[in-house]
């Protein structure tokens, strides 16, 4: 198949050097390359996955932990609605909840 393949120009000069030192055409150098390319990933892992581990955080009872980030953004909006308003020489009661 006849195809138009853009090269880092780095990757081009690698493959024309395999070339010369083979000295096969600059095509079957990069078809060469390609298939060892492919055939290494299509080789079996010669290491087994790594395993995660869990591990408790210590959170209490009834804390949604997929609300932490909305939590995070609501106390920085916060904390920037305080700086705001101290540089602005007003000052807020700060809610204790």
């Known amino acids: 198949m006849r195809t138009t393949l853009t090269l880092d120009d780095d990757l081009a000069g690698l493959l024309k050097q395999r070339a010369r030192e083979l000295d096969i055409p600059f095509k079957e150098a990069v078809n060469r390359t390609i298939r060892a390319g492919l055939g290494e990933t299509a080789a079996p892992r010669s290491r087994p996955a790594p395993k995660t581990r869990p591990h408790s955080f210590g959170f209490r009872p009834g804390i949604d932990l997929d609300k932490l ?18 540089l602005a020489g007003r000052k807020r009661p700060r809610s204790r909840a």
Request: proline share 0%; charged share 40%.
């Open 69 to 86: 980030g909305q939590l995070a953004d609501e106390l920085e909006a916060e904390a920037v609605t305080e700086q705001i308003d101290d």
